[in-house]
């Protein structure tokens, strides 16, 4: 309080002796005796207040079960929440004043004659002269987001319920998402592990707003998401912008292509970051002001010192160039370019230059996934990337078909004829022909030889409606696990289960609809599950050891008869990690956020062979009892059909 009365007395002496000069008449020439604003202070991003533990007096009405369940996930998943003491709310952070000179407080901080200063200002001018210091905000506060709740899917559109987050541990949550590495083994589990991270859900406990939507869209760059961390990181106010979530927003914005749209941020909080990308940044933003030629100097001063690599500022010159009225030429040359960074490819495709084809090669799917989203690369180019983002779970059936259907289009335009122009007639012939043994045989050469698994895979998703419109028999009926698996890709599980009257017992095909069928109401027996032994093919009957696991699961399996089957295959379902303690826990509160990303933890892996029956038991076994069978019920029928 002191301290305040101390600064408070010196806006009062300056108070009054801006008073005394307004009073004289001013000899400047007019415009010179209004001095512009001064500019608004950056806010602490130190001072950047965490969610309280305590929750509001409506949050406590939360069912204290649920909280009590949760408490027994290890690794305090869930902070104590007293419902006795209010929540803070979210205010303006003002610039502290440095306290080196200032008296400390009970030393006498304020003498007398300071105090008859304060009481003689008139107390209307004073509060004006306060509020004139405090930071000025662009968006009114009606219009300020809160950052008790972050995210950019409300329930209402298929997000999860943001209650869900609000009495977890954030030390739990943060070294559960970053230690997510992004690359999961399910299609289906990405997807899930999308929709999670995307959802509008309330701050952990002890964790800041801002720095809850960094560590989500850190996650959705890994996993390859580059428009979903964009909305993210869009869904804080600038000003609340922390150092993690600024570093969150540059990856965003590069990975998009669009480098301008760090400029508000490089203008307020970040404004003295170090770094060479932050340098690179902020004179491209000075180029598309009104200092262009001030940006192409710091350019051109950090490619003389080098800052950073050379294919780096060479890009930036050239894109910030093209806000140039001299329109400055930069060529751009690849030679000694040992390696892609998400920088260069990012840049590159913003100044429309697609890298030689040896990087994109050496950068696979680091590459693949940021040009599959490049609206200004060739739709060949985009076709390319298209498999690996299809077969981890990036793009959908419907949005691979629409890729296809533009390349379509071209080719009937007069496009150059290539692969995947190619590829879109077989794809028309798949639909539209009018023998059904035309439409099977183009669907299968849309499958290929399987000698590319992300090529396989993607062509599964690729044709997946088109399996749907094949009509079931037993003609086909050897070729239906494929056919099934197809269909599943995109979710179509009643299309599928029209093919369970023409599958034998223990086939591959029956295997995946007795997992998929969305209304199972008998459960297998032994002798389904010894047939289906007999017919597997894989390595150490790896597909047998998922079906009984998924089976497990779902519960859809005779207890006894699974019990049997999985000592034969020496599984061993009862055994508990600290992983399989806290997924299990987690089910048992039935909260599907911490199910879903715990799931996506326990899929990290380049394979499925990598993947191990005891995990895939304990994830659907917890997303069902969480009220995400589909899910469930899509990775368990995944797991089959890609051993």
Known sequence: ?????????????????????????????PGFDNPPAPARPAPQRSSAPARNTTPTAVRSTTPTATARSLTTTPAAVVASAPSSAPSSTSTPVVQAIPA???????????????????????????????????????????????????????QGEGGFPAVSTHY???????????????????????????????SRLA??????????????????????????????????????????????????????????????????????????????????????????????????????????????????????????????????EWDGVEALTPWSIGMSFATGIEPPENLRQSAGAAYSLMAVRAPMLSLASRAAAADVAAARGVLSSQVMIDLYSQLYAARTGGAEVNEWTTRSETLRTAYFAKAADDRFDAIRKLWGDGSDADRAYSGLVLTSYAAARLAPSNAMSDSA??????????????????????????????GLVVLANPARATQVNAEGLTAFADNDDSEESLRSQFLVAGLMGLGRVDPAAARSFAEKMEIDLNRQTRW????????????????????????????????????????????????????????????????
């Open 580 to 643: 399989t303690r806290a997924i299990d826990a987690a089910a048992a509160s039935g909260n599907p956020t911490l199910v879903s990303l715990l799931a996506a933890f326990g899929m990290q892996a380049e394979r499925w062979d990598r993947m191990t029956p005891l995990h895939l038991y304990h994830i659907v076994s917890a997303l069902r009892q969480v009220g995400l069978e589909a899910e469930a019920r899509m990775i368990a029928a995944e797991a089959v059909s890609r051993v």
């Open 100 to 154: 080196t000179n200032a008296p400390q407080a009970g030393a006498g901080a304020i003498s007398n004659s300071d105090e008859a200063l304060l009481k003689s200002i008139d107390p209307a001018l004073l509060e004006k002269l306060i509020q004139s210091a405090k930071p000025k905000f662009d968006i009114p506060p009606s219009g300020r987001r809160s950052l008790e709740i972050v995210g950019f899917i409300d």
């Open 203 to 332: 701050t952990p406990v002890g964790m800041n707003g801002a720095d809850w939507a960094a560590m989500r869209a850190q996650l959705l760059l890994r996993m390859g998401e580059a428009d979903a961390a964009r909305a993210m990181v869009q869904s804080v106010d600038s000003g609340n912008f922390t150092r993690a979530l600024e570093d969150a927003a540059l990856a965003s914005f590069v990975a998009t292509s669009d480098p301008v749209g760090i400029c508000p941020i490089t203008a307020l909080t970040a404004a003295g970051r170090p770094g060479w990308e932050w340098d690179l940044s902020r004179a491209i933003c000075s180029s598309f002001s009104d200092e262009g030629s001030s940006g192409m100097a710091q350019l051109d001063r950090a490619l003389r010192r080098g800052t950073g690599n050379k294919i780096d500022i060479l890009l930036a010159q050239k894109f910030a160039g093209a806000a140039l009225k001299a329109r400055r030429a930069v060529k751009i």
């Open 481 to 510: 696990a494929p056919l099934v698996a197809s269909m599943l890709t995109a979710g179509l599980d009643r299309n599928a289960l029209k093919w369970a009257p023409f599958l034998s017992i223990g086939s591959e095909g029956w």
């Open 1 to 29: 309080m002191n301290r305040r009365l101390f600064w408070l007395s010196g806006v009062a002496a300056l108070a009054a002796i801006s008073g005394t000069l307004v009073a004289q008449e001013s000899l400047l020439p």
């Open 168 to 198: 977890l541990n954030g030390a739990f949550v943060e070294g559960v998402i970053g230690k997510t590495r992004g690359r999961f083994v399910s299609r289906w589990g990405h997807i899930l592990a999308r929709r999670a991270l995307s």
